[in-house]
């Protein structure tokens, strides 16, 4: 689990930066407000321990902002001002909890356990595969009781599979979450860990592997089949069943044919890599010349990928960096753009890649189902939940909760823990029996209890239990509407508007017919000089703009947007090659929500963006709701 820890003191950080690790979580250190602020909007992750002193946004400040944008991750202050007035000020702000400096270490790291318990499984709960267990007090990974000797990587690798057992992470994504910003190491090196981890598998005997590739997207943790579950014959035969066509992997056969309409472009940009390399052997290589060689190789870079050549993208890439070079190119650099021009042009002869996505079926109204006695609650929530696609189910008992989820299982699960095993049952606790039962039964079905009693036994054997949210009776619906924000994985990507401004035509034909398919309604912009005529006209849910491109750049058009009031939220993506640290820092800075690194992988950028769209909607959409119940307050 990823930490971001905000301290301005640098031998303090560095003692608990340390004693974080020890304790196997990453940690992402800043020292100051605004690269806070920063670092928590780019990248993901679980706990943010903030002091409440530091300089350039201070901690209350940087705690009010990132509420106020709907960062939802568990926030704790460390404050040397003990004062009750001090202490409400902060948790008012927006943090869960606090810890007084001079702090028990001990008690940091059990206040930072049982905040990062609320949104996961507990910290201190023993995480099992089939026969492969993990125990995170002990740091011991073990197969039928046999060690596994992983090393510090493979054990967190494999703690981040069996704590999202459903989620596919891409390298990058996992590269946010195990390794800080200054310490990122190459994509290769995930791939290289991943290969290590399988074969101390295959050693130790385990035929089964735990950990799925998923073509184009990563990895994520294979469903666990129990032992003669299903037969390899039959397993077979259900892989060679025609799937269903919202679930079937399509090859996007339209982007073949883009291809074919933009293949004269194409060697029309290589002939010109060529006309530069012939001009630098000659000695004749003009400044002209050699920036608009840098142009279409960047150009190459960002449209090859999508096209299904990844290495000519890669190759593309090596050549805008040469050419980029600050200093003259000679014999060595002659050569080396020889090599690499000709080796582009040899990847062009072969056949394209295919790029292959799951289509998405269509969305499906989620359900919670209210386990309370009380009638009222799920009337209260039934019309605002309605307005988040939520459905509202009812059981009055414990039996019939059973009855409902037999049924058909819903998303979520609102329980009164003191609610009656029937009818005519005392009101005796048999909700922690039945809140036992269900999370063993559905392990990843979200459950948030609601009680009339707040006392650390309770809690304590709720989280026990597996339950996954903590209420205190009573409570509005927003505040109900909130927990659920927390715990229920978003929906497919409703439709929504999206507008893409690259200067480069082919590589916004394949970006378009990527997303088209998922319901999005794509405009496309090839001149940046239009930019906010079309910006004002199309009104996008999300705007993904090219880093480099002539006259207005990504940057100028992302900080445009933010300056205006109007545009303030609306979700930025900045598509780039480059993908360094003080890049990416630049692309922050000025506003933007995520990049996208060239050469664009298909299934990634999808991802990224049905992603993005979805969290923002939802977000507006309890802004709303909170909107509505003010005005409708006496």
């Not at 202050?77 to 028990?104: F, H, R």
């Not at 000797?149 to 069996?162: C, D, S």
């Not at 598998?201 to 089964?208: E, L, P, R, V």
């Not at 200093?327 to 072969?350: N, Y």
Request: charged share 25%; hydrophobic share 40%; aromatic share 6%.
């Amino acid at each position: 689990m990823k930490i971001i820890l905000v301290e301005d003191d640098e031998p303090a950080s560095a003692a608990l930066s340390v004693a974080l690790r020890k304790q196997n979580y990453s940690v992402e250190a800043a020292a100051d407000g605004e690269t806070a602020l920063e670092l928590a909007t780019m990248l993901e992750c679980d706990l943010i321990l903030l002091d409440l002193v530091i300089p350039k946004l201070d901690g209350i400040s940087l705690c009010r902002k990132l509420r106020e944008q709907g960062y939802q991750k568990p926030i704790l202050l460390l404050t040397a001002k003990d004062s009750p007035q001090d202490i409400v000020t902060g948790l008012d702000a927006g943090a869960d909890d606090y810890v007084v400096k001079p702090y028990n270490l001990s008690e940091l790291m059990a206040r930072i356990r049982a905040l990062l318990r609320r949104g996961a499984a507990p910290v201190t709960e023993t995480l099992t595969w089939l026969d492969l267990c993990l125990n995170p007090v002990s740091g011991e990974v073990t197969w039928n009781g046999q060690s596994l000797g992983v090393t510090a990587t493979e054990y967190k690798l494999l703690e981040l599979f069996l704590r999202n057992p459903q989620r596919v992470f891409s390298r990058s994504a996992i590269i946010d979450r195990l390794w800080s910003f200054d310490d990122s190491p190459t994509e290769n090196a995930v791939t290289v860990h991943i290969k290590d981890l399988r074969q101390k598998f295959k050693a130790i005997g385990i035929d089964n592997d735990p950990i799925e590739t998923v073509y184009g997207l990563g990895y994520r943790l294979k469903p666990a089949r129990e032992p003669n579950s299903e037969t390899p014959e039959a397993e077979t035969a259900r892989k060679q069943k025609t799937p269903t066509p919202g679930k079937k992997l399509q090859a996007i056969a339209s982007i073949g044919q883009i291809l074919e309409k933009y293949r004269p472009r194409l060697n029309e940009q290589i002939a010109l890599l060529r006309q530069a390399y012939n001009a630098l052997a000659a000695g004749k290589l003009t400044d002209k010349l050699q920036q608009q060689a840098i142009q279409e190789a960047h150009k190459l870079a960002g449209s090859l990928g999508p096209f299904g050549y990844l290495e000519g993208s890669n190759l593309a890439r090596k050549i805008e960096y040469l050419l980029m070079s600050s200093t003259p190119l000679g014999t060595s650099e002659t050569d080396q753009l020889e090599q690499l021009t000709r080796g582009l042009s040899e990847e062009l002869t072969k056949p394209p890649t295919e790029s292959s996505l799951e289509v998405p079926s269509p969305a499906k109204a989620r359900t919670l189902l209210v386990v309370d006695p009380d009638r009222a609650i799920a009337t209260a929530l039934n019309a605002q939940a309605a307005n988040l696609g939520i459905g509202v189910e009812s059981a009055f008992t414990l039996t019939s909760a059973r009855q409902a989820i037999a049924r058909t299982t819903p998303d979520l699960i609102l329980l009164d823990i003191a609610c009656p095993e029937t009818s005519t049952s005392p009101g005796e606790k048999a909700g922690l029996r039945w809140l036992q039962e269900v999370a063993h039964q559905f392990p990843t079905l979200p459950i948030l209890v609601f009680s009339t009693l707040d006392n650390l036994a309770d809690r304590v054997a709720v989280s026990r239990c597996g339950g996954r949210g903590f209420l205190l009776k009573p409570a509005s619906s927003d505040q109900i509407l909130k927990a659920i924000a927390q715990v229920l994985p978003p929906t497919a990507t409703p439709e929504a508007k999206v507008l893409i401004v690259d200067d480069d035509g082919a590589a916004l034909a394949v970006m378009k017919e990527l997303l088209q398919p998922w319901g999005l309604e794509v405009t496309t912009l090839d001149n940046p000089e239009k930019f906010w005529e079309i910006l004002t006209a199309v009104a996008p849910h999300l705007l993904i703009l090219d880093l480099e491109m002539p006259k207005f750049n990504g940057i100028d058009l992302c900080q445009v947007v933010r300056q205006d009031p109007n545009w303030g939220d609306l979700p930025i993506l900045v598509v780039t090659a480059h993908t360094d640290a003080q890049s990416l820092r630049q692309v922050f800075a000025v506003g933007a929500d995520d990049f996208i690194g060239k050469p664009i992988v298909g299934p990634e950028l999808v991802t990224r963006i049905t992603s993005r769209i979805e969290r923002d909607r939802f977000r507006q959409q309890l802004e709303a709701l909170k909107h509505k119940t003010k005005e409708q307050q006496p």
